[in-house]
């Protein structure tokens, strides 16, 4: 069972940079596609980034392009979502995602950690 524990969030003003991490169970990231989502206030859950380490791949939204990056430690089994230049509009609950190499969707999520970008 693949589990992830987000953590980092925090309140922040704009402009201002943020860390997130998401510790995964063993091997997890390894073999896993590893992505970050968000859910702001009263919107649907949004794909930020995501990382397939199989192709050394990254996508981001076009939202976060340029500010965001995300990364990972496979030693210790953690993925970073390193935000920069915050804007008020990144405020969301932010989820850690996994799926595996043959699948679509992601089936495993953190429970969320909370940014709010304050103007």
């Known amino acids: 069972q693949v589990q992830l524990v987000e953590s980092g969030g925090g309140l922040v003003q704009a402009g201002d940079s943020l860390s997130l991490s998401c510790a995964a169970s063993?091997?997890?990231?390894?073999?896993?596609?590893m992505g970050w989502f968000r859910r702001a206030p009263g919107k649907e859950r949004e794909f930020v980034a995501s990382?397939?380490?199989?192709?050394?791949?990254?996508h981001y939204a076009d939202s976060v392009k340029g500010r965001f990056t995300i990364s990972g430690d496979n030693a210790k089994n953690t993925v970073y979502l390193q935000m920069n230049s915050l804007k008020p509009e990144d405020t969301a609950v932010y989820y850690c995602a996994a799926r595996q190499y043959s699948s679509i969707k992601y089936h495993y999520w953190g429970q969320g950690t909370q940014v709010t970008v304050s103007s």
């Open positions: 063993a091997r997890t990231i390894s073999s896993h596609i």
């Open positions: 990382v397939n380490w199989s192709g050394g791949n990254t």
